[in-house]
């Protein structure tokens, strides 16, 4: 190799603009094939007519969506789906915050309790759905024999036979999954703060709770805004804990747009209505992300 050849290699070795593409090239590659594709395939099908036993293209333009409309089912679960995200990351930033305050005090055994509130969120989701679907069993709840036990009830709870039992317990198992990554998102926030905040709240007498919404909250805001960006994200796409817990039921109660998508486009075999479902998660995603990121850059500019 001549003395040229090696100046050049070294040269495309140290610039930005060659290294750059080849760099990202993985990560594009990896964002078409698995979401570019399927999101334009998911529109294709809900301008066409597509069912499983004729998968051929024909067009229809936006009769599909008109028709999903008209459905009550997908109405509820639209709604159903608004206040899952809302109230489940609601809790979800309360609770954070809590373990969060917990995780970063000093005290023995706090790897341990580390790994505890860690547990949840590193258990497959089926695994501990599963879990939840038999610790709310209509007749052999454990829940429902200590409540018995202790007095409280005299007969079963039917938490996921009941309309407003069956969304609270999803709307719980779904904030106790959550919970752990929001945690550490907070915690790694409140580990940011510089220590002279802290030691200057001290010396001018400021106790727990006024340090807590005077000084870490607001500064924490940008953090637990991306906790709660991530949070949405994942209540709003999530259909294992519905599927498993209440397939939707009763009566339509807990279903989500997840969930009908997937009985709307795979179960009942009508792709382009399960694609038009599942298309309308896209612009609230877009919506909700473009509001919080936005409060979140306001908030770091104040």
Known sequence: MTARALRRRRYLLDNERFLAPIM??????YIIALVGFPFVLAILLSLSDATVGNPEFDFVGFDT?????????????LRNTFWFAIISN????????????????????KWFVRFLVLLPWTTPVSLAAITWLWTLDSI??????????????SDNMYWLGRPGLAMSSVIAVHTWRIVPLAAVIVMAGLTAIPNEIKDAADVDGARFWRKMFAIEIPLLAPIIAVAVLFGFILTVTDI?????????????????LAT??????IEGGALSQGAAIALFLFPVLVAVTAVILRLARRREVL
Do not use: E, Y
Not at 24 to 29: I, R
Not at 241 to 256: E, I, K, M, N, Y
């Open 24 to 29: 990202m090239a993985p990560a594009v590659l």
């Open 65 to 77: 969506f008109s028709r999903i409309l008209d459905d009550p089912v997908f109405r509820r679960s």
């Open 90 to 109: 609601l809790l979800v930033v309360i609770f954070a915050t809590i373990l969060a305050k917990i995780l970063v005090a000093d005290f023995r055994g």
């Open 140 to 153: 052999f709840s454990p829940i429902d024999w200590i409540l018995r036990n202790l007095g409280l009830i």
């Open 240 to 256: 294992s804990v519905v599927f498993v817990l209440t397939r939707g039921g009763p009566t339509h109660a807990t279903q989500v």
């Open 260 to 265: 009908w998508a997937f009985f709307k486009g």
